[in-house]
């Protein structure tokens, strides 16, 4: 069984500047995946940026970094110099390792001041 | 290059009424799941299936039933429409031989009950 906790409802950042969304998680797999997902007005639900366990160093794309803790269980993204597009919600996922299990946790809701 | 293809985008129904959500992909992909995505909440996921002929429950499957004839497609049938079924249901795929395993979501199907 997998669980995914995303603290914070909502987040705002000044256009420019930078935001951490937190994620922590819990899951019985031995190898799995962590995965942050971005869903804007439209719905689409449009992948961020992957994760796979058993790698140490943090996954990065651009503007988006993650910071892995997997002794804590933890898994934020962070996010750089914010654009007014960046705005959407943010729902971070676990996978276990044959990928058949995606668990979503509740979501961040981000809004960028200009 | 579609993904993957959800319709109807959009649909009311009546308490009690039937209907069918269809999702087809254009990857050949072995994986496709189908989630429900209340007000302000993450995804939970409805069924899922590893292959043609083979589906499993996932967390929220009451109510509901699915299919998988083909590779392709993988209708989600509701026979008895009920309120607290009103949701955004999304289909998704992903294939096991993809070493992060992201999943494809279709755009989403908007499904009112009254």
């Known amino acids: 069984a997998q669980t995914v906790t995303q603290s914070q409802p909502e987040m705002s950042v000044q256009e420019a500047e930078t935001v951490t969304l937190s994620c922590t998680y819990d899951?019985?797999?031995?190898?799995?995946?962590l995965f942050w997902y971005k869903q804007p007005p439209s719905r689409q639900m449009i992948l961020v940026i992957r994760?796979?366990?058993?790698?140490?160093q943090n996954a990065t794309e651009n503007r988006f970094s993650v910071n892995f803790q997997k002794a804590a269980k933890s898994f934020s993204l962070k996010i750089s110099d914010s654009q007014l597009g960046d705005a959407a919600m943010y729902f971070c996922a676990c996978a276990n390792n044959a990928g058949n299990m995606l668990t979503f946790g509740g979501g961040t809701r981000l809004m960028v001041k200009p | 290059n579609a993904g993957v293809t959800q319709t109807p985008k959009f649909r009311i129904l009546k308490i009690g009424q039937s209907m069918t959500l269809q999702c087809t992909q254009d990857m050949n992909h072995n994986y496709m799941y189908w989630y429900r995505q209340d007000p302000g909440m993450g995804l939970k996921l409805i069924y899922y299936?590893?292959?043609?002929?083979?589906?499993d429950k996932g967390e929220v499957p009451n109510g509901y039933n699915v299919s998988r004839s083909t590779t392709e497609d993988f209708p989600l049938r509701l026979e008895l429409a009920a309120p607290s079924q009103t949701s955004v249901y999304f289909c998704?795929?992903?294939?096991?031989?993809?070493?992060?395993?992201?999943?494809?979501f279709g755009d989403g199907t908007r499904l009112s009950i009254l």
């Open positions: 299936s590893v292959g043609a002929g083979i589906t």
């Open positions: 998704a795929s992903s294939s096991p031989s993809l070493g992060l395993k992201p999943q494809h």
């Open positions: 994760q796979e366990a058993y790698k140490q």
């Open positions: 899951t019985s797999e031995s190898d799995y995946y």
